[in-house]
């Protein structure tokens, strides 16, 4: 499993510790709301906008900030500032490239944050270009399934048009077309399947393999220090930490 993919399953993990601190549901609302002002405010219409309100469902997010959070994207309700999605590109330890996504009502206090985070973390801000053609867009959905459905699974993923599929233990995930997402989802919840998450992610083209505990450990402590802040929704990376070792650093 890649770094996107593991540093995906910590954060499942320790989402109950983030939901606590009030980020998560703060997160989800403002993905709604750039869902909902792109693209309308009719999840039938608007596949983005399904999927940021089945994720923030899934997370327990409150219907009513959902139908705020949608109001805000659509214009009806026009309290708070003006929301737009960020993406920055940095160098963590060992090598490693890290492309940030955020959404923000102050441009200036993120990237601030951001290059805080990243210098006193043994990384630094790469400019705009730097590492994004590293990533590819794409489709993520992971489902979790005992061996004995892997067959059956892996069948409807592939009628469904998911364009990958690779499966570690009893998660397995599934690589769609972006646009894709949606429809591959509800097929697999059509076909009985249990979903975890589901969300646009970028893959790395290539990895760095990072063997050494104190290099694993720096690499996992930025990671956190970046998903900690306020407007930061994901990090994606390239690093490849070996399933045992990751195990062994908790």
Do not use: C
Not at 93 to 98: E, F, K, Q
Not at 203 to 220: F, S, T
Not at 230 to 249: A, H, Q, Y
């Amino acid at each position: 499993m890649s770094g996107h993919s593991k540093w995906h399953s910590i954060k499942h993990k320790k989402g109950a510790a983030d939901a606590k601190r009030g980020k998560i549901f703060t997160i989800h609302a403002k993905l709604i709301t750039i869902a909902a002002r792109d693209g309308g405010g009719d999840p039938d219409m608007n596949p983005a906008l399904r999927t940021a309100i089945d994720n923030a469902k899934a997370a327990n997010v409150p219907n009513a900030n959902i139908d705020r959070a949608i109001k805000r994207g659509t214009g009806e309700d026009k309290e708070g500032a003006e929301i737009s999605e960020v993406m920055y590109e940095g160098y963590g330890p060992a090598g490693t490239a890290l492309y940030i996504q955020a959404v923000t009502d102050n441009k200036n206090r993120t990237v601030a944050n951001v290059k805080s985070i990243l210098s006193k973390n043994g990384g630094n801000m790469g400019g705009a270009g730097s590492v994004a053609y590293l990533f590819h867009k794409k489709g993520l959905i992971l489902i979790k399934a005992e061996a004995a459905k892997h067959e059956d699974l892996e069948l409807t993923a592939i009628d469904a048009g998911a364009e990958d599929i690779k499966i570690e233990g009893e998660t397995v995930e599934v690589y769609t077309d972006p646009k894709d997402l949606h429809n591959v989802k509800k097929k697999m919840e059509d076909g009985g399947f249990e979903i975890e998450s589901a969300e646009i992610t970028f893959i790395p083209e290539n990895e760095v393999r990072i063997e050494e505990e104190d290099k694993a450990k720096k690499v996992l402590k930025l990671m956190e220090a970046l998903e900690d802040d306020e407007d930061v929704t994901n990090v994606f990376s390239n690093f490849d930490i070996p399933e045992e070792l990751m195990e062994k650093l908790g």
